[in-house]
């Protein structure tokens, strides 16, 4: 059942599903910047590799939420840390931080995406 429900989280299905609702933090520009602090904070961008190699946040690593592959290179990332995800507005890494929850990660988003993060003037690395 919890495969099922990643499968449908991941084709964005199980959006409307309050019984498969994960828990995640979703957080503003600032908020997710603290948290990128910590030693034991995995920061992930979600987006595709394209838009990825265009611009990411320093530190960032990058697992494309609507890759065929993205439950099963989820599932080698760390569970001791905190992972802190992100996409170009926050869409993706909603859909994303809701998959990583379900599969035993703590998870934080940035509600804006990347957009926003360039918008409040910070860095990026191209």
């Not at 034991?40 to 961008?45: G, K």
């Not at 992972?83 to 994303?96: D, E, I, M, T, W």
Request: charged residues 25%; proline residues 1%.
């Amino acid at each position: 059942m919890k495969m099922f429900r990643k499968i449908l989280a991941v084709l964005g299905l199980a959006t409307t599903c309050t019984a498969c609702a994960a828990e995640f933090q979703s957080l503003s520009v600032d908020e997710f910047e603290t948290i990128l602090k910590s030693d034991s904070v995995m920061l992930v961008d979600v987006r595709t590799p394209a838009e990825f190699a265009e611009s990411h946040i320093e530190g960032a690593v990058n697992l494309d939420v609507n890759n065929v592959a993205f439950v099963k290179e989820a599932e080698s990332l760390n569970k001791s840390k905190q992972l802190a995800v992100y996409c170009r507005s926050g869409k993706r890494s909603k859909k994303a931080a809701n998959v990583l929850s379900d599969m035993g990660f703590k998870v934080v988003e940035l509600n804006t995406g990347i957009l926003g993060w360039k918008a409040s003037g910070k860095a990026v690395v191209k």
